[in-house]
Every structure is written in structure tokens, then in C-alpha cells.
């Protein structure tokens, strides 16, 4: 079977076109060789897939005839991801939550609306005030 075959019918790509990206891009290697979607896949090889910052390690142990649901997907991998790799996605949603604040940077079209409202109601206040001197 094709390697992006595989990774779709085992739903780590929710399609085989998503698949296929990733392969042509050099997301998935296979026995520590980058492959192109084309690959054949064979029991006991083993895949590293990168997908959302994370290195995907699994071992082929048999493969299906087409997508299967998902309780059955243990059958045809077995998935040996360090725990490491979800660690350091942790670590990455803090960081970037260290770098930006909310509300720093560009506002928002509702800061904008807010701040026109507020910049609108100074004016009729200044207004009123001229009017009252004269």
C-alpha cells in the first residue's frame, strides 16, 4: 500500500490529498528515509510523521485493505511517540502566550468600535461645553 494511502486509512490525515502534501513537503519519512507518497509500505517499517510541531513515531504491524474507524487503527500501528514530543508542544502553548498578551498589539475591530464610541461621546462633550461659554 502507498505510504499516503496508509496514513489516511490509518486517520492520522483527515484526506489523502492532505496526505500526499505532506509527503511531497518531506513531513514523513520512513525508516529514516524521506519518501514521496508513492512509497510502498511493509509490515515492520517504521514512520516518523510531523504533524503539528510534533514527530509522530509509529511501526507498521499490518496494513488494512482501506480507512478504518478508529478503535480498530491499534491493529495496523503500533504508535511509540516519546512523551517528550507532547511535552514540549505543552511548553510551546506557554511560551506563546509569554510573548503575546491579549489585548497588546493591534486592536480588534471591537477595541476599535470601543474606542470610536468613546473618542465620539469626548467630542459631544467638548461640544456642549463651547456652546455653553458662548
Request: proline share 3%.
Amino acid at each position: 500500500m502507498r505510504i499516503d494511502k496508509y496514513l489516511w486509512s490509518t486517520r492520522y490525515f483527515k484526506t489523502r490529498n492532505i496526505a500526499t502534501t505532506a509527503c511531497k513537503k518531506g513531513h514523513v519519512k520512513v525508516n529514516g528515509q524521506v519518501v514521496k507518497p508513492s512509497r510502498d509500505v511493509y509490515a515492520m517499517d517504521t514512520i516518523v510523521v510531523r504533524k503539528n510541531q510534533i514527530n509522530y513515531e509509529l511501526t507498521v504491524l499490518d496494513v488494512p485493505e482501506s480507512r478504518v474507524g478508529a478503535k480498530l487503527v491499534d491493529i495496523y500501528r503500533k504508535d511509540t511517540t516519546p512523551k517528550e514530543a507532547f511535552e514540549k508542544n505543552e511548553l510551546l502553548k506557554y511560551s506563546k502566550d509569554y510573548y503575546r498578551k491579549k489585548g497588546t498589539g493591534r486592536p480588534t475591530k471591537r477595541d476599535r468600535r470601543e474606542i470610536d464610541g468613546y473618542l465620539d461621546t469626548d467630542d459631544d462633550f467638548f461640544q456642549q461645553a463651547s456652546s455653553e461659554e458662548e
